[in-house]
C-alpha cells in the first residue's frame, strides 16, 4: 500500500513539474517577443555589433553567411541582384505573404520569395530566399517552418 501511494504521489509530482515547465516556456515565449534581440549563437563571436547592423540582424532570427548556405542559395542570390530571369517566373520574385509569422511582421508586399533550386527534387523543394523592403534577406530550408538572417557580405 504505501508503494502505491510513493508512486502515485512521485507520479503526481512529475505531472506538475511538467505542467509548470510547459507554462514557464509559453511565459518566457510570449515576453521574448517584445525583449530586445540578443546575438544568435551562429553568429561569430564579437561579431554582435556586425549582427545588429545587418538588415533584419535585429529580428532575433539566427544569422549565417551566405557562403554557409547551399550552392544554390548563392546563384538565386546573383539572380536577385542582376534582377533575374529566375527559374520560376511564376513563383520567384511574388510578394511572400508571412503567413507562419516566423518573420518580422510587416505590412502586405514587403517580402518577396525566390526558390532555391533542390538538386534531385522534383518540383521547386522547400529551400526560399526571402527578400524585404529594407534589404533583409532570409533564407529558409523547411519551407517556411524557419528562417535565417543572411549576411550577403560574408
Known amino acids: 500500500m504505501v508503494n502505491r501511494r510513493r508512486i502515485t504521489a512521485a507520479l503526481v509530482g512529475l505531472l506538475v513539474l511538467v505542467l509548470a515547465g510547459w507554462l514557464v516556456k509559453e511565459n518566457v515565449g510570449d515576453s521574448s517577443s517584445s525583449a530586445p534581440a540578443t546575438p544568435s549563437s551562429s553568429a561569430p563571436a564579437?561579431?554582435?555589433?556586425?549582427?545588429a547592423k545587418l538588415p533584419g540582424g535585429d529580428s532575433g532570427l539566427p544569422v549565417k553567411p551566405l557562403s554557409g548556405l547551399p550552392s544554390q542559395a548563392r546563384d538565386t542570390w546573383k539572380l536577385i541582384e542582376a534582377g533575374g530571369p529566375y527559374p520560376y517566373p511564376r513563383n520567384d520574385n511574388v510578394v511572400f505573404e508571412n503567413r507562419e509569422k516566423v518573420l518580422p511582421?510587416?505590412?502586405?508586399?514587403?517580402?518577396?520569395?525566390?526558390t532555391v533550386t533542390t538538386p534531385k527534387s522534383?518540383?521547386?523543394?522547400?529551400?526560399?530566399?526571402?527578400?524585404g523592403q529594407?534589404?533583409?534577406?532570409?533564407?529558409?530550408d523547411d519551407h517556411y517552418a524557419s528562417?535565417?538572417?543572411v549576411d550577403p557580405n560574408r
Open 122 to 131: 522534383p518540383d521547386r523543394g522547400p529551400r526560399r530566399l526571402v527578400t
Open 105 to 114: 511582421r510587416k505590412q502586405s508586399g514587403y517580402y518577396h520569395e525566390f
Open 46 to 51: 564579437g561579431a554582435s555589433g556586425v549582427a
Open 147 to 149: 528562417f535565417v538572417v
Open 134 to 140: 529594407a534589404k533583409e534577406l532570409f533564407y529558409t
